[in-house]
């Protein structure tokens, strides 16, 4: 193997050394973020920011653009 390659080897090992340390720290974030945007439906109705229309479409499996006030309520119920 070439000198190229080792620094390929090299440059992939440390991705994912990143990966593993970085996951940890995003999946935190994650949970504070949610916690914090759930807070914020509970708060407020219909129409809302695109972050939160945005998570309440990946919640509810919904574009943004079907999502009811119905279907916001049920939500914050469960």
Excluded at 43 to 62: H, V
């Amino acid at each position: 193997m070439g000198v190229r390659r080792d620094r390929l080897d090299l440059r992939i090992v440390e991705m994912q050394e990143s990966r593993l340390e970085n996951g940890h720290k995003k999946r935190k974030e994650r949970a504070r973020k949610e916690t914090r945007l759930k807070e914020l439906v509970k708060k407020g109705t219909l129409p809302f920011t695109p972050t939160i229309l945005s998570m309440l479409s990946q919640k509810l499996d919904k574009p943004g653009n079907k999502i009811t006030q119905a279907d916001v309520d049920a939500y914050v119920k469960a």
